[in-house]
């Protein structure tokens, strides 16, 4: 089981269902854990469950919702052995679960951010109580990309235990990727056929780095079975 972290303020969770209904396709069995505090996955995800922490299936992908720790979704799962997924992505905002969901040990961390005042200084708040070196690759959503921009993302990081990756990936910021996204989350359906090109871009390169053992093509393949709505 291979475990991912996407830490940061700026709203993530519908960036990482998408990658995770690709990684279904490349036959992944995958959790996406929601410790957020607005715990967006809750309102979006459709469900009939109640619980103040529970696991629901969406479009053969699990999302686990309210869980401060593995523990917790072993105890729900009624298991103490490993948890029986390949992938486990998990979306943090919350610095106090970082080490509830063991990020110091996860395969890979991720910090998600746009360029606006309150996600990168929460998010920077977030890293700034990190308590062990931590290696992060940058994930940015931003109309345009400048250089002045990460220069100074890296400024508000200095003194923290954060090491950087030299890898960056970037997100547009465009108005019809995120009328797409609403629309996704009204139907309560995962649809790629009016995303723009950069955003499915940038899909393939997460799905990439979260799958190591799955090539480029067959993750190429399932984002086009996802546009024909396969």
Do not use: H
Not at 138 to 149: N, P, S
């Amino acid at each position: 089981m291979k475990k991912y972290g996407f830490i940061g303020a700026y709203d993530k969770i519908d960036m990482i269902i998408y990658v995770a209904k690709i990684l279904e396709l490349c036959n992944k069995r995958v959790l996406i854990i929601d410790s957020t505090l607005n715990q967006k996955a809750r309102y979006i995800i459709p469900t009939i469950k109640q619980e103040a922490a529970y696991i629901t299936d969406y479009e053969n992908i699990d999302i686990a919702v309210g869980f401060k720790n593995y523990e917790q979704i072993r105890q729900y799962l009624r298991t103490q052995e490993e948890l029986p997924y390949d992938v486990v992505l998990v979306d943090i905002d919350n610095p106090y679960n970082i080490q509830g969901f063991e990020l110091n040990l996860t395969d890979k961390n991720f910090f998600v951010t746009s360029f606006d005042i309150f996600s990168l200084r929460r998010g920077i708040q977030i890293l700034s109580l990190v308590k062990n070196p931590m290696k992060l690759t940058k994930i940015l959503f931003a109309q345009d990309i400048l250089k002045e921009e990460n220069d100074y993302l890296n400024y508000l990081a200095l003194g923290y235990k954060i090491l950087w990756d030299e890898e960056r990936i970037y997100f547009p910021i465009e108005n019809g990727d995120l009328s797409v996204i609403s629309e996704n989350q009204r139907a309560g359906k995962i649809r790629f056929k009016r995303l723009s090109q950069q955003y499915k871009d940038g899909l393939l390169v997460v799905a990439n780095e979260v799958a190591d053992d799955v090539g480029e093509g067959q993750i190429r393949r399932a984002i086009k079975n996802i546009e024909r709505g396969m």
